[in-house]
């Protein structure tokens, strides 16, 4: 894959100081005259090149260029091939959709490719099924959980009553891991947990029993409640999470502030609510990547990078015919990419941004960053190891956080606070 991204830039890199025609520069033969790569892969290689060629053209708004190009990378893509040739679908839908914005063209009413492709694995299969196989399946979440769970166990051991809230419980697997670190705990009166729902209320109370269950089984005391809201921004403004004054409160926060980048007031309201709150600590786990340029070619190119890795991954975690894997490639990742290259305002809610900019953000709320403990940091170098992979999943401990990549290409963040 390295191989494969290297010498299309450096392809795309000739060319466009060259300023070829956007077509005939593709039938050069200079990538596979230096690569020794198997007709597959120059495949692949053709494919990156096209789409950044592609890209660039929408920049320069030289959309006729662009539209050829991009039907040329629809053609080479394939939902079932390389890692590659699945992306060029989705970046290739992008781009259309892009283009007919950018030219005032409405984008056809019948399903897209993409859109068939998937229909029949989103029939059979719930997209909350596919969110807890990426977790099993895929190393990212269960690093960046694990961790995450030692720290708090190691904040929260000591008290007798422990709140935990939950800001987009999922399958709340998670959760299992906390209780077992708490279940030799003789002080501990009560774990509760308040789960924040904006939807999936049905989802959200079945996460509920399970936990329940797995509670009693360890003869744990254990509360589970649930919170719906419309919108995260109204979170705070009632009052809805009860909570009670000798309870030790504790933030957990997994891939939910992302979501509202593109609506700062809502974010802040939300921060606020939590600030007024001051857990005693919060737990912080977003995506590691820079998709909030306000420039289009910079935004694609990282966004390019970024699920280039994304699905190696995939390809090295998960066959290539599984059901859930159609449905994270398509319904999920598809959309968000989609969104990432097509759309501007506050239509493109799909918006990451790095740590760094976390960082800053939450000094603005009095949070200071507690540096992970060794114990925390074992957890996740375990689960890495447990993974294998011939060391394609990789752990960069970032100032006191933790940035878990694939070969090298950041992927997620974890990162712990406490409030003044």
């Not at 920049?59 to 080479?76: D, E, G, I, K």
């Not at 649930?226 to 309870?247: Q, S």
């Amino acid at each position: 894959m390295e191989e494969i991204l290297m010498v299309a830039g450096e392809k795309f890199i000739q060319f466009s100081t060259n300023r070829v025609d956007g077509v005939s520069m593709l039938i050069h033969p200079y990538g596979s005259s230096i690569s020794g790569l198997c007709s597959d892969d120059e495949r692949d290689v053709d494919i990156i090149h096209t789409l950044l060629t592609a890209a660039e053209n929408v920049s320069t708004r030289q959309f006729s260029a662009a539209a050829s190009l991009v039907s040329r990378c629809h053609r080479m893509a394939s939902a079932s091939g390389s890692p590659v040739q699945r992306l060029g679908l989705h970046f290739s839908a992008a781009l259309e959709q892009r283009i007919c914005r950018e030219c005032g063209v409405e984008m056809p009413i019948k399903k897209s490719r993409v859109e068939r492709d998937q229909d029949h694995a989103g029939l059979a299969l719930g997209t909350n099924n596919a969110f807890l196989a990426s977790h099993q399946q895929l190393p990212f979440g269960q690093v960046a959980q694990f961790a995450a769970m030692q720290a708090l166990i190691e904040e929260v051991r000591v008290s007798r009553k422990i709140h935990v809230i939950d800001l987009q419980i999922r399958s709340g697997i998670q959760w299992t891991a906390l209780m077992q670190g708490l279940v030799d705990c003789s002080s501990l009166q009560r774990l509760k947990i308040t789960a924040v729902g904006t939807s999936d209320q049905v989802y959200v109370e079945e996460t509920g029993k399970r936990l329940q269950s797995f509670a009693l089984s360890l003869n744990l005391p254990f509360l589970f409640e649930a919170v719906y809201v419309k919108e995260m921004a109204a979170l705070f403004v009632d009052d809805v999470i009860r909570v009670e004054v000798d309870e030790t409160v504790a933030v957990y926060s997994f891939m939910m502030l992302r979501s509202m980048i593109a609506r700062p007031e809502a974010l802040e309201s939300v921060m606020r609510g939590i600030a007024r709150m001051r857990p005693a600590i919060m737990v912080v786990s977003e995506v590691e990547a820079n998709h909030n340029s306000p420039s289009f070619i910079d935004r694609f190119t990282e966004a390019l990078l970024f699920y280039t890795a994304y699905f190696d991954c995939l390809e090295e975690c998960m066959e290539r015919g599984n059901e859930y894997r159609k449905i994270l490639e398509g319904r999920f990742f598809g959309e968000g990419i989609v969104n990432i290259v097509a759309s501007e305002g506050r239509e493109r809610v799909t918006r990451n941004v790095r740590v760094r900019v976390w960082r800053e953000y939450f000094r603005r709320f009095g949070m200071v960053e507690t540096e992970l403990s060794e114990s925390s940091r074992y957890q996740a170098r375990l689960v890495v190891e447990q993974f294998g992979k011939g060391g394609c999943c990789n752990l960069e401990f970032d100032g006191k956080g933790l940035i878990v990549g694939w070969k090298g290409t950041p992927i997620q963040s974890l990162t712990v606070w406490k409030f003044l």
